[in-house]
């Protein structure tokens, strides 16, 4: 089977944009879950969908948002950049074991 | 919020000893406990997979697991150069909103 891809793997914005990244999942897996991951604070959950359903939501503000497709699919979007956004963003689907199969990463940066 | 406790190292291990990384849950509710590996620069990769109590081997690796001491252990055969890497254990617990919690891991290097 395919990996997970993510799709840009990398981005440069300007702050006060938005941005959108895309999940696509190892195929026949319906959870798809994204991590922002930076040096000082390690892996930080963000989300995690199922089905399409939002099943549970990290400590990250609003701008921070997401959505799954029918196809699982996923996309993750982020508004109004601010510096501190700049970091690894890293999406992983899995089989609802808890396993999770990590794609390689989008790395944004914020200028 | 549930935590897992890792040595964030770095744990430093000649070449060919055996390398042991631990962690342990604040949490008994935690079902299905895992280890993965992270090299640096790269996204992480699940190695191990343990869900009862006891003794599971994969290959030079070996992960032991006691629930009620809330303990997860990675035990690394004959240690290469090629296992030095951050190793993560996330604290994982299914219900109907399933979240897993990641800790910052443990920095492992391997020495010639």
């Known amino acids: 089977k395919a990996g997970v891809t993510q799709t840009p793997r990398y981005l440069i914005k300007t702050r006060g944009q938005q941005v959108t990244l895309s999940c696509s999942p190892i195929s026949g897996h319906r959870s798809v879950s994204w991590y922002q991951q930076t040096p000082g604070q390690g892996l930080q959950f963000l989300f995690e969908y199922f089905s399409e359903t939002q099943r549970n939501k990290g400590n990250f503000p609003g701008r921070f948002s997401g959505r799954q497709f029918s196809n699982s699919r996923s996309e993750m979007n982020v508004s109004t950049l601010e510096l501190g956004d700049s970091a690894l963003y890293l999406c992983?689907?899995?089989?609802?074991?808890?396993?999770?199969?990590f794609g390689p990463g989008t790395r944004l940066t914020v200028t | 919020q549930k935590e897992v406790e890792q040595n964030s190292g770095p744990l430093s291990v000649p070449e060919g000893a055996i390398a042991s990384l631990n962690c342990t849950y604040s949490d008994r509710g935690s079902q299905s406990f895992f280890w993965y590996r992270q090299y640096s620069g790269k996204s992480p990769e699940l190695i191990m997979s343990i869900y009862s109590n006891g003794d599971k081997e994969d290959g030079r690796f070996t992960a032991q697991l006691n629930k009620a001491s809330q303990y997860v252990s990675l035990l690394i055969r004959d240690s290469q150069p090629s296992d030095s890497a951050t190793y993560l254990c996330?604290?994982?617990?299914?219900?109907?909103?399933?979240?897993?919690?990641f800790g910052s891991g443990t920095r492992l290097s391997i020495r010639p």
């Open positions: 996330p604290d994982y617990l299914y219900s109907s909103a399933s979240k897993i919690i």
């Open positions: 992983a689907s899995g089989e609802n074991t808890g396993e999770q199969y």
